[in-house]
């Protein structure tokens, strides 16, 4: 079966970084399309950034420029560097693959 398990959440100040992972298991991960989304309180769900099987990516107008989405193949895992956080950017983020969604982690970004 299927597992995506999202990591490297956590409170930070507004204009630090973090680097979320997003770990799976059970697919061949190198060809699929994996996508991070993130949810605020009170908010539907949004879609953040896409990467492909070629590595061809794409973002939301509201993290260009400041995220980074990445994959390394060999440890079947994607990443999101995200830099010069804002408040705006506080939410849930998840990971999809295939309709697979992971659990979650946290991103808080406050003074």
């Known amino acids: 079966q299927v597992q995506l398990v999202e990591s490297g959440g956590g409170l930070v100040q507004p204009g630090e970084s973090l680097r979320l992972s997003c770990a799976a298991s059970?697919?061949?991960?190198?060809?699929?399309?994996v996508a991070w989304y993130r949810q605020a309180p009170g908010k539907q769900r949004e879609w953040v950034a896409v990467?492909?099987?070629?590595?061809?990516?794409d973002y939301a107008d509201s993290v260009k420029g400041r995220f980074t989405i990445s994959r390394d193949n060999a440890k079947s895992t994607v990443y999101l560097q995200m830099n010069s956080l804002k408040p705006d950017d506080t939410a849930v983020y998840y990971c999809?693959?295939?309709?697979?969604w992971g659990q979650g982690t946290q991103v808080t970004v406050s003074s």
């Open positions: 999809n693959l295939n309709s697979h």
């Open positions: 059970g697919i061949s991960f190198g060809y699929a399309t």
């Open positions: 990467i492909t099987m070629i590595y061809n990516t």
